[in-house]
T-cell receptor, first 114, second 113 residues
Framework: EAQVTQNPRYLITVTGKKLTVTCSQN?????MSWYRQDPGLGLRQIYY???????DKGDVPEGYKVSRKEKRNFPLILESPSPNQTSLYFC?????????????FGNGTRLTVT | SQQGEEDPQALSIQEGENATMNCSYK?????LQWYRQNSGRGLVHLIL?????REKHSGRLRVTLDTSKKSSSLLITASRAADTASYFC?????????????FGTGTQLKVEL
């Protein structure tokens, strides 16, 4: 089944404790992206990747890191999480950018930072 | 920055009625897409309409695009309880280079039996 898989689904952590949210897609998509969703703010893009070893900042990249060593994986790293990063996070992928193909979303990771 | 703004923010209708949601955006676009999100789950793509298209259909969904007014509408006909969800428009701006979809804040649709 074609899908985007995120783990974990729920995560509670404390301020400053490094964490990684994994994302994997099995559709051979070139483009991958991370979004965060907050009430009243909609979805905001954190980082995106057009292909392996190619990543770039979205609208809200501060406090996050990503890497794209393999085509299928695009982990989101929070080196020192803070309470304002409490949010619902989505990984998404598309065949080749968003101009011609839709995004496929994972089921989300609900992160709470205390 | 938010590109799309959906209207209304919330909509409650009876099963069988039609639901119309509107989206306005600010800058020129390559395409506009509509997504559905069931409570707390991942978004699901519904329709992509390109800037040179005016109308598109998919099953019970009809999307229109008016680039002169920078607006789009999503019509769901003969709604069902299973259509209860949040609906988002998202735009691929001309300056985005195909790198970014910018989402609005969504319309919460409730379809009651």
């Amino acid at each position: 089944e074609a899908q985007v898989t995120q783990n974990p689904r729920y995560l509670i952590t404390v301020t400053g404790k490094k964490l990684t949210v994994t994302c994997s897609q099995n559709m051979n998509h070139e483009y991958m992206s991370w979004y965060r969703q907050d009430p009243g703010l909609g979805l905001r893009q954190i980082y995106y990747s057009m292909n392996v070893e190619v990543t770039d900042k979205g609208d809200v990249p501060e406090g996050y890191k990503v890497s794209r060593k393999e085509k299928r994986n695009f982990p989101l790293i929070l080196e020192s999480p803070s309470p304002n990063q409490t949010s619902l996070y989505f990984c998404a992928s598309s065949f080749r950018g968003v101009s011609s193909s839709p995004l496929h979303f994972g089921n989300g990771t609900r992160l709470t930072v205390t | 920055s938010q590109q799309g703004e959906e209207d209304p923010q919330a909509l409650s209708i009876q099963e069988g009625e039609n639901a119309t949601m509107n989206c306005s955006y600010k800058t020129s676009i390559n395409n506009l897409q509509w997504y559905r999100q069931n409570s707390g789950r991942g978004l699901v793509h519904l329709i992509l309409i390109r800037s040179n298209e005016r109308e598109k259909h998919s099953g019970r969904l009809r999307v229109t695009l008016d680039t002169s007014k920078k607006s789009s509408s999503l019509l769901i006909t003969a709604s069902r309880a299973a259509d209860t969800a949040s609906y988002f428009c998202a735009t691929d701006g001309l300056t985005g280079g195909g790198n970014k979809l910018t989402f609005g804040t969504g319309t919460q649709l409730k379809v009651e039996l």
